[in-house]
Protein backbone atom coordinates (compact mmCIF):
# COMPACT_ATOMS: atom_id res chain seq x y z
CA UNK A 1 0.00 0.00 0.00
CA UNK A 2 1.20 3.34 -0.83
CA UNK A 3 1.29 5.91 2.06
CA UNK A 4 -0.25 8.88 1.02
CA UNK A 5 0.15 10.75 4.13
CA UNK A 6 2.82 11.20 6.62
CA UNK A 7 2.15 9.38 9.85
CA UNK A 8 1.47 12.46 12.80
CA UNK A 9 4.78 10.64 14.68
CA UNK A 10 7.40 11.41 12.07
CA UNK A 11 7.27 15.20 12.56
CA UNK A 12 7.26 15.33 16.02
CA UNK A 13 11.07 13.12 15.38
CA UNK A 14 12.50 15.40 13.29
CA UNK A 15 10.92 18.99 14.00
CA UNK A 16 13.35 20.97 12.82
CA UNK A 17 12.32 19.80 9.29
CA UNK A 18 8.50 21.60 7.54
CA UNK A 19 6.20 18.97 7.15
CA UNK A 20 3.12 21.61 6.93
CA UNK A 21 2.55 25.44 7.25
CA UNK A 22 0.88 26.85 10.44
CA UNK A 23 -1.76 28.96 8.89
CA UNK A 24 -4.84 30.80 10.90
CA UNK A 25 -7.30 28.20 11.84
CA UNK A 26 -9.83 29.91 9.69
CA UNK A 27 -7.23 30.31 6.59
CA UNK A 28 -7.82 27.21 3.47
CA UNK A 29 -4.45 27.90 2.01
CA UNK A 30 -2.79 25.13 0.36
CA UNK A 31 1.16 24.24 -1.45
CA UNK A 32 1.45 22.82 -4.02
CA UNK A 33 4.82 21.86 -4.95
CA UNK A 34 6.70 20.49 -8.15
CA UNK A 35 10.10 18.28 -7.93
CA UNK A 36 12.67 17.16 -10.19
CA UNK A 37 11.99 19.94 -13.15
CA UNK A 38 12.55 22.02 -14.74
CA UNK A 39 11.16 19.96 -17.77
CA UNK A 40 10.57 20.71 -21.44
CA UNK A 41 6.52 20.43 -22.21
CA UNK A 42 5.72 18.98 -18.74
CA UNK A 43 6.61 22.77 -16.53
CA UNK A 44 4.85 24.44 -19.54
CA UNK A 45 1.78 22.22 -18.53
CA UNK A 46 2.06 23.08 -15.07
CA UNK A 47 2.33 26.45 -15.97
CA UNK A 48 -0.78 26.36 -17.81
CA UNK A 49 -2.87 24.74 -15.41
CA UNK A 50 -1.92 26.88 -12.53
CA UNK A 51 -2.41 29.92 -14.36
CA UNK A 52 -5.88 28.55 -15.28
CA UNK A 53 -6.54 28.43 -11.97
CA UNK A 54 -5.15 31.58 -10.40
CA UNK A 55 -2.78 29.19 -8.18
CA UNK A 56 0.44 30.09 -7.01
CA UNK A 57 3.14 27.14 -6.36
CA UNK A 58 6.64 26.09 -5.58
CA UNK A 59 9.01 24.33 -7.91
CA UNK A 60 11.66 22.23 -6.49
CA UNK A 61 14.29 22.08 -9.09
CA UNK A 62 17.10 20.58 -9.80
CA UNK A 63 20.23 22.41 -10.65
CA UNK A 64 21.44 20.85 -14.01
CA UNK A 65 17.79 20.72 -15.33
CA UNK A 66 17.83 25.00 -14.55
CA UNK A 67 21.30 24.98 -16.61
CA UNK A 68 19.31 23.16 -19.47
CA UNK A 69 16.41 25.09 -19.61
CA UNK A 70 16.87 28.16 -18.47
CA UNK A 71 14.09 29.72 -20.47
CA UNK A 72 11.43 27.60 -18.00
CA UNK A 73 13.23 28.95 -15.11
CA UNK A 74 12.62 32.38 -15.68
CA UNK A 75 9.40 31.76 -17.18
CA UNK A 76 8.42 30.31 -13.29
CA UNK A 77 9.83 32.84 -11.97
CA UNK A 78 7.96 35.85 -14.15
CA UNK A 79 4.73 34.27 -13.32
CA UNK A 80 4.75 34.78 -9.81
CA UNK A 81 5.60 31.17 -8.64
CA UNK A 82 8.79 30.30 -6.18
CA UNK A 83 11.48 27.73 -6.80
CA UNK A 84 13.84 26.09 -4.43
CA UNK A 85 16.84 23.91 -4.03
CA UNK A 86 16.62 19.82 -4.85
CA UNK A 87 20.47 20.08 -5.79
CA UNK A 88 22.43 19.97 -8.20
CA UNK A 89 22.00 16.33 -9.69
CA UNK A 90 19.15 15.01 -7.24
CA UNK A 91 21.38 13.66 -4.37
CA UNK A 92 20.73 11.03 -2.42
CA UNK A 93 21.59 11.86 1.12
CA UNK A 94 21.48 8.06 1.91
CA UNK A 95 24.61 7.04 -0.99
CA UNK A 96 26.46 10.70 -0.71
CA UNK A 97 29.11 11.48 1.76
CA UNK A 98 28.57 14.57 4.05
CA UNK A 99 31.04 16.76 2.17
CA UNK A 100 29.60 15.42 -2.09
CA UNK A 101 26.17 16.33 -0.70
CA UNK A 102 27.30 19.98 0.65
CA UNK A 103 28.75 20.50 -2.61
CA UNK A 104 25.91 19.36 -4.64
CA UNK A 105 23.33 21.21 -2.55
CA UNK A 106 25.73 24.45 -3.01
CA UNK A 107 26.18 24.31 -6.67
CA UNK A 108 22.60 24.56 -6.82
CA UNK A 109 22.35 27.50 -4.78
CA UNK A 110 24.80 28.97 -7.21
CA UNK A 111 22.45 28.25 -10.71
CA UNK A 112 19.92 29.93 -8.48
CA UNK A 113 22.31 32.42 -7.56
CA UNK A 114 23.29 33.19 -11.11
CA UNK A 115 19.50 33.38 -12.07
CA UNK A 116 18.63 36.12 -9.31
CA UNK A 117 16.28 33.51 -7.27
CA UNK A 118 15.97 33.69 -4.18
CA UNK A 119 15.09 30.09 -2.79
CA UNK A 120 11.86 29.15 -1.38
CA UNK A 121 13.53 26.56 0.89
CA UNK A 122 15.30 23.19 -0.03
CA UNK A 123 13.38 19.99 -0.39
CA UNK A 124 15.59 16.80 -0.15
CA UNK A 125 15.57 14.08 -3.07
CA UNK A 126 13.51 11.24 -2.44
CA UNK A 127 12.50 12.61 1.04
CA UNK A 128 16.07 11.22 2.42
CA UNK A 129 17.50 13.46 5.27
CA UNK A 130 21.33 12.87 6.47
CA UNK A 131 22.84 14.74 9.55
CA UNK A 132 24.05 17.34 7.26
CA UNK A 133 20.77 18.42 6.09
CA UNK A 134 18.86 18.39 9.57
CA UNK A 135 21.94 20.61 10.93
CA UNK A 136 23.51 22.33 8.35
CA UNK A 137 20.77 23.32 5.92
CA UNK A 138 17.82 23.93 8.12
CA UNK A 139 20.11 26.49 9.92
CA UNK A 140 20.36 28.16 6.31
CA UNK A 141 16.77 28.25 4.75
CA UNK A 142 13.59 25.82 5.32
CA UNK A 143 13.56 22.63 4.79
CA UNK A 144 10.25 21.76 2.95
CA UNK A 145 8.99 18.03 3.75
CA UNK A 146 5.56 16.90 2.91
CA UNK A 147 2.08 16.51 4.26
CA UNK A 148 0.66 14.60 1.25
CA UNK A 149 2.55 12.51 -1.06
CA UNK A 150 0.59 12.53 -4.24
CA UNK A 151 3.15 9.44 -5.90
CA UNK A 152 2.42 10.88 -9.28
CA UNK A 153 5.75 9.39 -10.60
CA UNK A 154 4.22 5.51 -9.25
CA UNK A 155 3.07 3.73 -12.37
CA UNK A 156 1.16 1.10 -9.69
CA UNK A 157 -0.79 3.83 -8.56
CA UNK A 158 -4.51 4.97 -10.51
CA UNK A 159 -5.09 8.66 -11.79
CA UNK A 160 -8.94 7.82 -9.21
CA UNK A 161 -7.02 6.26 -6.21
CA UNK A 162 -5.00 9.11 -5.95
CA UNK A 163 -7.34 11.97 -6.47
CA UNK A 164 -9.80 10.22 -4.14
CA UNK A 165 -6.59 9.84 -1.51
CA UNK A 166 -5.57 13.40 -2.32
CA UNK A 167 -9.07 14.85 -1.69
CA UNK A 168 -8.86 13.29 2.48
CA UNK A 169 -5.18 14.44 2.29
CA UNK A 170 -5.56 18.51 1.37
CA UNK A 171 -5.76 20.32 4.73
CA UNK A 172 -5.18 23.83 5.25
CA UNK A 173 -1.83 24.64 5.67
CA UNK A 174 -0.94 21.24 3.65
CA UNK A 175 2.22 20.77 2.01
CA UNK A 176 1.47 18.25 -1.70
CA UNK A 177 4.29 17.34 -3.63
CA UNK A 178 3.96 16.20 -7.10
CA UNK A 179 6.52 15.77 -9.93
CA UNK A 180 7.05 17.71 -13.37
CA UNK A 181 8.61 14.63 -14.70
CA UNK A 182 8.68 12.52 -17.52
CA UNK A 183 8.23 9.68 -15.31
CA UNK A 184 5.14 11.60 -13.41
CA UNK A 185 3.37 13.13 -16.66
CA UNK A 186 0.77 10.20 -17.45
CA UNK A 187 -0.46 10.47 -13.90
CA UNK A 188 0.18 14.20 -13.40
CA UNK A 189 -1.95 15.59 -16.48
CA UNK A 190 -4.69 14.05 -14.75
CA UNK A 191 -4.49 14.37 -11.33
CA UNK A 192 -3.20 18.25 -11.21
CA UNK A 193 -6.37 19.79 -13.40
CA UNK A 194 -9.13 17.73 -11.25
CA UNK A 195 -7.06 18.82 -7.47
CA UNK A 196 -6.76 22.34 -8.62
CA UNK A 197 -10.79 22.51 -9.40
CA UNK A 198 -11.24 20.58 -6.40
CA UNK A 199 -9.39 23.11 -4.43
CA UNK A 200 -11.31 26.01 -6.51
CA UNK A 201 -14.31 24.19 -5.52
CA UNK A 202 -13.55 24.24 -2.07
CA UNK A 203 -12.44 27.81 -2.27
CA UNK A 204 -8.64 26.69 -0.85
CA UNK A 205 -6.81 28.82 -2.32
CA UNK A 206 -3.56 27.85 -4.12
CA UNK A 207 0.08 29.65 -2.50
CA UNK A 208 3.53 29.54 -3.22
CA UNK A 209 5.92 28.74 -0.20
ZN1 LIG B 1 13.18 14.72 -6.54
Known sequence: ????????LIPKVFPKLTWKMDNEINSKEVY????DGPTPEITNFVLECLAKYDAKATF??????MVANAELVRKISAEGHAIGNHTMNHANAWKYTRENYE???LACKE???RFNITSAGFRPPYGRVNTYIYNH????E??????????????????????????????????????????????????LPELLDYCQSENISMKAL
Open 60 to 65: FCIGNN
Open 103 to 105: TDY
Open 111 to 113: VMD
Open 142 to 191: PVYMWSYLSGDYNADLTTQSIIRSAKIGIHPGGILVFHDSIKAFPRLKVI
Open 32 to 35: FTFD
Open 1 to 8: MFIHQIPS
Open 137 to 140: ITEI
